[in-house]
C-alpha cells in the first residue's frame, strides 16, 4: 500500500510539473544511458568503476561529452583509457567533468569561474556568451536527473 501512496505521489508531481514520472526517477547514469547519444561515456564511467557512485545520491553536476566528443580523440585514445591498467587515469579524467553539487545554467550565467571538480583540480567555466566549460562547448543544458543535472559538451576536457 505504501508503494502505491508513493507512486501516486509521483505521478501528480510529475504531472504538475510537466515531467513524466519515469524521467524524475532516472538517476545521471540511467538518464545517459536512455538518451543514446554517451554510449563511450557510459562505457568509461563502468570501465572506471564509478557507476555506483553516479548513481547515489548527488547531488551532481556533469558535464557529458557526447559520442562524437569522444570519437575526436587521438586514434586509440578511448581504448587505451579503457584498459584496466590505465583505470586511475580514466577515474581522473571522467571525475574532471563531474562538480558537486546540482549547477543550473542560470547559476552560471553572465559569470566566468572556476569550479572545483570532483577530482580535485578546478575546470573554468565561461558563460559570458553562450557556456564553456574549459575548451569544451555546452550543447544542451539543465537536463535534469533524480540525482542532479547533465550538461551535454563537445568535447572531452582533460585535467592539467
Excluded: C, R, W
Excluded at 94 to 107: A, I, R
Excluded at 135 to 145: G, L, Q, S
Amino acid at each position: 500500500m505504501l508503494n502505491l501512496k508513493k507512486m501516486f505521489v509521483v505521478a501528480i508531481t510529475a504531472m504538475m510539473l510537466n515531467l513524466p514520472a519515469k524521467a524524475m526517477q532516472s538517476d545521471i547514469v540511467d538518464t545517459a544511458v536512455s538518451a543514446g547519444s554517451f554510449n563511450t561515456l557510459v562505457a568509461a564511467v563502468k570501465a572506471a568503476g564509478l557507476v555506483d557512485t553516479l548513481k547515489g545520491e548527488g547531488p551532481f553536476t556533469v558535464f557529458a561529452p557526447t559520442d562524437e566528443a569522444f570519437a575526436a580523440l587521438p586514434a586509440g585514445t578511448v581504448e587505451d583509457l579503457l584498459k584496466p591498467e590505465n583505470k586511475d587515469k580514466l577515474v581522473s579524467i571522467l571525475t574532471y567533468h563531474v562538480v558537486p553539487g546540482k549547477v543550473m545554467s542560470t547559476d552560471l550565467s553572465g559569470k566566468t569561474l572556476d569550479v572545483s571538480t570532483v577530482q580535485g583540480s578546478s575546470v573554468k567555466i565561461d558563460a559570458m556568451a553562450g557556456v564553456k566549460v574549459d575548451n569544451a562547448t555546452v550543447t544542451a543544458a539543465d537536463i535534469e536527473a533524480s540525482n542532479g543535472v547533465i550538461h551535454v559538451i563537445d568535447t572531452v576536457i582533460i585535467p592539467m
